[in-house]
């Protein structure tokens, strides 16, 4: 390859079909690429010339076409890693480069025209496309998720003989050998695999090899430069040999320099780097690549032993700390001073360490934009991502970051992992004991957050009077900072008797408190209701402001889920225990869908309100758990809610003009849909411009539906205080006595009937003050009382099975 300036065509990454043929019609007509991360990339790039920047489009499926190797010594493609002075190196790969590590893997799996592979990894990777290569260069057929490594569709596939590959990275894998049942008898049908580059324990290969026994499984070692350069059949190597990351095959040649860092030579060693300055050679006179990764040699298998490099490998993705840098500064103030560095984590390897010189006041502002940054990085990182201030980051005279020193020093300062909490949840010192007694049966670290935990506006009101209780008041927008984060501001909180009253508490309060006093004559706060819908808005809100954020950034709907569990459980035992108390039976109440039947007919108490918020949390996992909503929710929220308002006014119209539910009070979730829809506008209104078109629609809403009533005045009057209030001071007592009444609303719900009832049969005569006090202490007692059973159970289970309860959550493809 003797040229001096390389042209160049730009292909923006986008792991889809389209994407997949963009590069191989380039590669048939011998056009060298360039993978970008959009089009502005495209026109910064050093050292090429771009003629064109394609952009794919999306694209799901199976992937058939044949291609067959190209061995031409002529440049292919441009990809981009770290340079040993931090800055973006360049990669100039060849045909041959590419086609000789594709026809190892292809020799050592044994890879036939048979192979119907589930490619786990996206073909924006070397990994991933280097995989689509092999396939097709063989005439086997690569199937393309649509979401990702999706573990459930793989165990279908599986089951019903659709796919008898898989191609993925350790992280992946670790979700498979969590939960070995999902994929069962279906692994006997695997006959590949491939893993790819990153660390994996010898005895997470014995459970793979045990979990797919029919399969041939080859882990492989290398980097951008010498992809491939070692294999290890996992399926066949003895178990002292499981601890390597296998040997050489082919032209392929490994050793060790003086100091163990580990040199590759061959055919498959891309021989050049580029910049703006031209080509460098990367090989040395004799041939071989010298790389920062450490490693040992026995018998010819090659043992790799970690990095010399601050390259940052998080759940197989290798990330530039410079780079990563560098975006996150293009989206803060100027002067703003930060720093990366790897720190170690449990599920992806490395995890990614931020710091920000000066107070805490900007951290939540630079996390939101390094998870941007390490998304478009293809990184999904979670509770991995780090974000702390720090008085000085430690440099060197010449003025270069410190990075180990850095990592060490924010190890020294994190709470050790292990539970510091008792059984009776009494001895709770710091933010993460606090967060492991409030999250019980979840493993919490000190990365972790309340929204990435799964946290829900009624939880939110419980966690915040017992930190408050603890610790003093907490910082604005405490929800989406880590435990090491609010562990850090506990020195920083100013002591004081009074506390901010979130409004969204205070109106929870209060419309729970009109409606039992509705029930139990109290007072009349309304002649035309309103309050039942204001609750139903505040779930809408609280489904919005707590946990969107987290399925847009997983892709995962769990948290809702766990709403619906937490509302459903102690409905369904309400339930059941008011059955056996008056010995009236009745399926549909226990199913929680009474609401759709004629109460008049129903023998029992009446939980209809539970019932259909239950179902509109249903529905609301089942919306987003659609690609195409979550996307949309993200690149435009408040256009998103606002048509989803609209759809659902429209919706609950239409039902109702075709079916006649004035049998059942409208007591459907249809007939509430546009309160929950309206909550998610009024949580998606962060700016005064937002803010004024939420509360527009909110006028809108109650006019169309109560005309200018007390029911409009009282929705309207709630939705402005959410808007325009967010909090209130108020001493800290009061607080404490609002704030317990909000958190138990279900329960004041669920046992108000009951208390009417236990007061009628005590005085003989109806006492509506007295039953609407004692039905909301009776209701805070109750949560209480629920939530250390809860607890106690969970505990209980932990020590008998001897095992952590945390589900992991589904991970898209890296």
Same mark, same amino acid.
């Given at each position: ?62 992937? /058939? &076409? ?201 055919? !498959? ?31 010819? !298998? +090659? ?7 601050? +390259? ?103 709470? &050790? ?78 002591? /004081? ?194 803010? $004024? ?80 006090? &004692? ?6 007692? $109750?949560? !209480? ?10 505990? /209980? ?18």
């Amino acid at each position: 390859m003797d040229f001096q300036k390389l042209e160049a065509t730009a292909v923006v990454r986008k792991n889809s079909i389209d994407f997949i043929e963009k590069v191989f019609a380039l590669n048939e007509a011998r056009r060298p690429l360039v993978m970008v991360n959009d089009e502005a990339q495209a026109q910064t790039l050093s050292g090429i010339v771009i003629d064109r920047c394609i952009v794919p489009v999306e694209q799901s499926g199976w992937y /058939t &076409a044949h291609h067959a190797l190209i061995h031409d010594d002529l440049p292919a493609q441009v990809s981009y890693t770290s340079g040993t002075e931090g800055l973006p190196k360049g990669i100039l790969l060849s045909y041959q480069n590419l086609a000789d590590a594709a026809g190892r893997i292809i020799e050592v799996m044994q890879m036939t025209a048979e192979i119907r592979e589930y490619v786990g990894v996206p073909a924006t990777f070397s990994f991933g496309m280097g995989r689509y290569r092999a396939i097709s260069a063989v005439g086997g057929h690569a199937y393309l998720p649509p979401r990702g490594f999706d573990p459930m569709e793989l165990a279908r596939m599986l089951t019903a003989g659709q796919v008898n590959a898989l191609s993925a990275v350790p992280t992946l894998l670790r979700i498979l050998l969590d939960a070995p049942g999902l994929i069962g008898e279906a692994g006997k049908k695997l006959r590949w695999m491939e893993i790819g580059s990153q660390h994996m324990t010898a005895d997470e290969k014995l459970r793979i090899r045990k979990m797919f026994p029919n399969a041939r499984i080859v882990q492989h070692y290398g980097l951008t430069e010498a992809s491939r350069s070692t294999f290890l059949t996992v399926s066949g190597a003895p178990e002292g040999l499981l601890h390597s990351v296998g040997r050489t095959n082919g032209q392929s040649e490994i050793a060790l320099g003086p100091d163990n860092r580990i040199r590759i030579r061959g055919p !498959h060693v891309a021989r050049s780097r580029i910049d703006a300055e031209g080509l460098h050679d990367l090989q040395d006179a004799e041939g071989w690549l010298q790389t920062n990764d450490l490693g040992r040699l026995q018998d010819g !298998h +090659l043992f790799f032993d970690g990095r010399a490099d601050d +390259l940052i490998n998080c759940g197989g993705v290798k990330v530039s700390p410079d780079q990563l840098e560098e975006r996150i500064r293009s989206g803060t103030l100027p002067g703003t001073k930060i720093a990366v560095a790897k720190v170690p984590d449990a599920q992806r390897g490395d995890g990614i360490l931020v710091a920000v010189e000066g107070d805490a006041t900007g951290t939540a502002k630079v996390k939101e934009i390094a998870v941007s940054a390490l998304q478009g990085m293809g990184v999904v990182a979670g509770s991995a991502l780090h974000v702390v201030a720090v008085d000085d980051i430690p440099v060197t005279g010449t003025g270069k970051v410190q990075r180990k020193l850095l990592a060490e020093q924010f190890l020294a300062h994190q709470p &050790a992992e292990t539970a510091r909490v008792d059984e009776s949840g009494d001895e709770i010192g710091d933010v993460l004991a606090l967060f492991q007694h409030e999250f019980p049966g979840q493993v919490v670290k000190p990365g972790d957050t309340f929204e990435s935990l799964g946290g829900d506006s009624l939880h939110y009101i419980q966690f915040t009077l017992a930190f408050e209780q603890r610790f003093g008041p907490l910082p604005d927008k405490w929800e989406s900072l880590s435990v090491t984060q609010l562990q850090q501001r506990l020195g920083q909180i100013e002591k /004081t008797s009074w506390r901010r009253l979130e409004t969204p508490t205070l109106t929870r309060a209060f419309f729970m408190t009109c409606i039992v006093a509705l029930h139990t004559d109290a007072f009349v706060y309304s002649p035309n209701w309103g309050a039942a819908y204001f609750l139903i808005l505040l779930a809408g809100y609280s489904v919005a402001r707590f946990q969107l954020p987290e399925i847009i950034r997983t892709g995962s709907v769990s948290t809702i889920w766990g709403t619906i569990r937490s509302v459903a459980i102690p409905t369904f035992l309400m339930v059941a225990f008011l059955q056996v108390a008056t010995h009236r039976f009745e399926i549909m109440p226990l199913l929680l869908i009474s609401n759709y039947l004629d109460p008049h007919h129903l023998k029992g108490f009446l939980l209809y309100f539970a019932e259909f918020y239950l179902q509109l949390l249903v529905l609301a996992a089942l919306f987003f758990s659609i690609p195409s909503v979550r996307q949309a929710f993200k690149a435009r929220p408040m256009t998103s809610a606002v048509v989803l308002l609209i759809a659902a006014m429209a919706l609950g119209r239409g039902i109702d003009s075709l079916y006649n539910d004035d049998y059942n009070y409208h007591r459907t979730p249809w007939h509430y849909s546009f309160a929950f829809a309206l909550g998610i506008v009024v949580a998606g209104a962060k700016g005064p411009v937002t803010k $004024l078109i939420a509360m527009a629609a909110a006028i809108v809403v109650v006019l169309l539906n109560w005309g200018f009533t007390s029911a409009a005045y009282y929705v309207a009057g709630g939705c402005a205080l959410v808007l325009f209030v967010p909090s209130i001071p108020v001493p800290g007592p009061v607080k404490v006595v609002v704030a317990e009444i909000a958190a138990a609303s279900l329960f004041i719900y669920l046992n108000h009937q009951v208390m009417i009832s236990v007061v009628h049969k005590i005085y003989g005569v109806e006492k509506p003050w007295v039953a609407l006090i &004692a039905s909301l202490i009776a209701g805070v007692i $109750l949560m !209480h009382l629920y939530s250390w059973l809860s607890r106690q159970i969970v505990l /209980t289970y932990r020590r008998m099975s001897g095992m952590e309860m945390d589900l992991p959550i589904a991970t898209r493809g890296e």
